[in-house]
């Protein structure tokens, strides 16, 4: 595709309950980003994928986070139990693979709130 | 570990005039350096980046940036702002492995 998209935009949870988060990547990109941004900070990193591998989930808050890209491309980002802390922006980002620099592309995020 | 200071949180200028944005990085090696910006609603569109080379760096937009090792910086330009500048500025550092890590953010308004 053009760019990397995300779905849901926009999503609302009652506390408790379970989401799910799509990335779609751009085409042929090999590595896959998930970051978390908070209402006025700058995004964290959360986990790392090299093709379906995912190789860094340093960042990922608690044991509720999950996520995988079975395939290499589609990537989904799952959250049990939601709290109202796990209320931000979900970036994903991809890029085309660490040899070629490690400049990401950015999709327009999902914006969780938690009631 | 890397880590970014964006030491203004937010920025006024007028429209028409020179802007500058501030960014401080640690890392022991020289990382490689991006300036992001978002506007709201948006997901992040990369203005410029330094890998290595020419220190002063052209981006999108009319941007630039220069990165000075001596003082860990790498501050963004742009001479002459106009009003769709108004947006929040992400300084960030990769240290060669795949990891970026992001300052807090500068937002910039323009005034008539």
């Known amino acids: 595709g053009a760019g990397v998209s995300q779905s849901p935009r926009y999503k609302v949870a009652k506390r408790g309950q379970d989401v799910a988060l799509r990335c779609d990547p751009i085409s042929g990109h090999v590595s896959l980003f998930w970051y978390q941004q908070a209402l006025g900070q700058g995004p964290e990193f959360l986990t790392y994928f090299q093709n379906e591998a995912q190789l860094d989930k340093s960042g990922l808050p608690s044991d509720r986070f999950f996520a995988e890209r079975p395939e290499g491309s589609v990537s989904t980002l799952k959250i049990q139990r939601t709290q109202q802390e796990d209320s931000a922006v979900y970036l994903c980002?991809?890029?085309?693979?660490?040899?070629?620099?490690?400049?990401?592309?950015f999709g327009p995020g999902t914006r969780l709130t938690v009631l | 570990a890397q880590s970014v200071t964006q030491p203004d949180i937010h920025i006024t200028v007028s429209e028409g005039a020179s802007l500058e944005l501030r960014c401080n990085y640690s890392?022991?090696?020289?990382?490689?350096l991006f300036w992001y910006v978002q506007s709201p609603g948006q997901g992040l569109q990369l203005l410029l980046k330094y890998f290595s080379g020419d220190t002063l760096v052209q981006g999108i937009k009319g941007f630039e940036a220069e990165f000075k090792r001596s003082q860990s910086s790498f501050n963004l330009r742009k001479p002459s702002v106009h009003w769709s500048d108004a947006a929040e500025y992400f300084c960030?550092?990769?240290?060669?492995?795949?990891?970026?890590?992001f300052g807090a953010g500068t937002t910039v308004t323009v005034r008539a």
């Open positions: 890392y022991g090696a020289t990382p490689y």
């Open positions: 980002a991809s890029s085309l693979d660490l040899a070629g620099g490690p400049e990401q592309f």
């Open positions: 960030a550092v990769g240290a060669g492995d795949y990891k970026l890590s």
